[in-house]
Structure formats: structure tokens, C-alpha cells
């Protein structure tokens, strides 16, 4: 579990699309690193917010995750003094498995951090 950043590291979260982060990491990305209410996608506070359930709590598509993984591939490449700290995003409360999930960022750019197991 990731508690504090350094100044170049940035904070990557499982997010709905109405930018609602009342649980799991979308709660700490909120009350830790300054993820603002009502961003679901892209960079936020010291985060990135990764949608992986739509505005009414359902889980995105599996073309809808592609596309957001290739925004924020891009982000990454056009920051490359960032490190991206990718949590285990959409393993939680959006219900995918780690397996689907690991498999979603087997290619990241270097300075996407995946979690130790992934």
C-alpha cells in the first residue's frame, strides 16, 4: 500500500467515470494526494485517476480499458520525469481480476511502477 510519494511520483488509481472517489484507492487518492471530486480519468491532485467502472458503477468495457490504458501510456511517454505508481486498479471494488489486469499493462512504459506481483 502506497503512503506517501515522492515529488515526482504519481499516484494511479481504479476511478469511475463520474470522478466519485469515496472507496478503495479512489478514496486515498482523494484524501492523501489531492484527487479532485468529479475527475474520472486523467491527472488529478499528485494522481491519475484510471477508470474502470462507468459513471453508474458498472464496469467498462474491455475496448473502453484499451483506450484508457493508451491515454495514459501517452501521458506517461510525454512525462517521463514522472514515475507512475500503478495500484492494483480495478481489482477492488470494480470486481476484474489481477490476472485481466496484469495482462491490461504487461507492456508500460519503465516509468509505469506496477505492483511487485504484476
Known sequence: MITALKHNQIFVFGSNLAGSHAGGAAWQAWTMFGAEQGVGEGPTGKCYAFPT????????????????????????????????????????????????????????????KKPEDW
Open 53 to 112: 467502472l462507468t459513471e453508474d458503477f458498472k464496469q467498462v468495457s474491455n475496448t473502453q480499458l484499451k483506450a484508457s490504458r493508451l491515454k495514459l501510456y501517452k501521458y506517461a511517454e510525454a512525462h517521463p520525469e514522472l514515475d507512475f505508481m500503478l495500484t492494483k486498479v480495478g481489482c477492488g471494488i470494480a470486481g476484474f481480476s489481477e490476472n485481466e489486469m496484469r495482462k491490461l499493462f504487461k507492456n508500460a512504459p519503465k516509468n509505469i
